[in-house]
């Protein structure tokens, strides 16, 4: 039975992960991570899943250009890197002044738009919570687009954590007009677009592999008339973590919609692949990245016969 509609299982699951929160955010921040990790390691081996989907993404990307002892430790490094993001979360509100200088070092500031808004684009890599609340602490006004959980009492407790950082929280079904309202008040928002999206999709490519992508934040920046950069944050040997805003991407503007729209969604996804090869075992290989998705592909055969 699905926690979804097993209520006792899904308050008990809300139930421990909010005590988990409350315990890493009380620990000293290494032993945090050491429990992350800790736990993370445990998840590898004791929940099938994790290794079934985990190397059959990997098997997909990289094909037998690497070995399956290399996948398998990028894997353990990606599942270890879940935890150390679950036990650094809490700390989100603490993102600003000495222990934000002590964790964060930015890189290609030069490239950020001194003034007015623009859209981040970026991956569930390194740790993609930090992100925001960072750009926050260095003192940007920042918004980013999230998923609402299933579970309410769940879904409150991380958005409190999230706000506390000083970073606007958007829901993903209804961020459209309101990212559009918060660009004009020179608002950062920031959109993860790694993920199989359900809706809002065009056909593209990421590790030369066919998947859908979502296309919210071209079409958005589009609009608007603003900039997109890919941005990432990657832990390094120590700890620390380098915030690096990449050059803005160079979007399709003109020709017939449907085309602008695949091509820039693909340029989204060439720019995250990228960010994702530096550093493969931070990204979140755990997430069926290439699912096929029936409707989106109904739905873009009438986009694109509508177009002809």
Request: proline content about 5%; glycine content about 8%; aromatic content about 8%.
């Amino acid at each position: 039975m699905s926690r979804r509609r097993n209520p006792a299982g899904r308050w008990l699951l809300t139930s421990v992960t909010i005590l988990f929160g409350r315990v890493v955010s009380a620990l000293p921040l290494e032993a945090a991570r050491l429990l992350g990790r800790s736990l993370a390691a445990f998840a590898y081996y004791a929940v099938p899943r994790v290794r079934k989907v985990g190397l059959a993404n990997l098997d997909l990307a990289y094909g037998d250009t690497l070995t399956a002892a290399e996948k398998r430790a990028i894997l353990k490094q990606a599942v270890r890197n879940v935890g150390i993001v679950a036990a650094e979360f809490p700390r989100i509100g603490q993102l600003r002044g000495r222990f934000l200088d002590q964790h964060v070092t930015f890189k290609g500031l030069d490239r950020m738009p001194a003034e007015g808004g623009f859209i981040i684009i970026a991956a569930h890599h390194g740790n993609w919570e930090w992100m925001a609340p960072a750009m926050a602490g260095a003192g940007r006004l920042v918004a980013e687009v999230v998923r609402p959980l299933d579970d309410p009492r769940l879904d409150a407790f991380i958005d409190r954590i999230r706000r506390s950082g000083d970073v606007e929280t958007l829901s993903k079904d209804e961020a459209g007009v309101a990212i559009l309202r918060l660009l004009k008040q020179g608002y950062i928002a920031g959109v993860l677009v790694d993920q199989s999206p359900r809706d809002n999709a065009a056909p593209a490519r990421f590790f030369g592999q066919p998947c859908w992508a979502t296309v919210g934040a071209a079409v958005l920046a589009i609009r608007a008339r603003v900039p997109v950069l890919p941005v990432s944050m990657t832990r390094g040997s120590d700890g620390r973590y380098v915030l690096e805003f990449e050059p803005e991407l160079d979007l399709v503007r003109t020709g017939r919609p449907s085309a602008n729209i695949a091509e820039n969604a693909q340029r989204c996804q060439d720019a995250i692949e990228a960010i994702v090869r530096r550093a493969p075992g931070q990204w979140l290989w755990l997430h069926r990245r290439w699912k096929a998705r029936d409707r989106l592909e109904r739905e873009w055969a009438k986009r694109t016969r509508k177009a002809e």
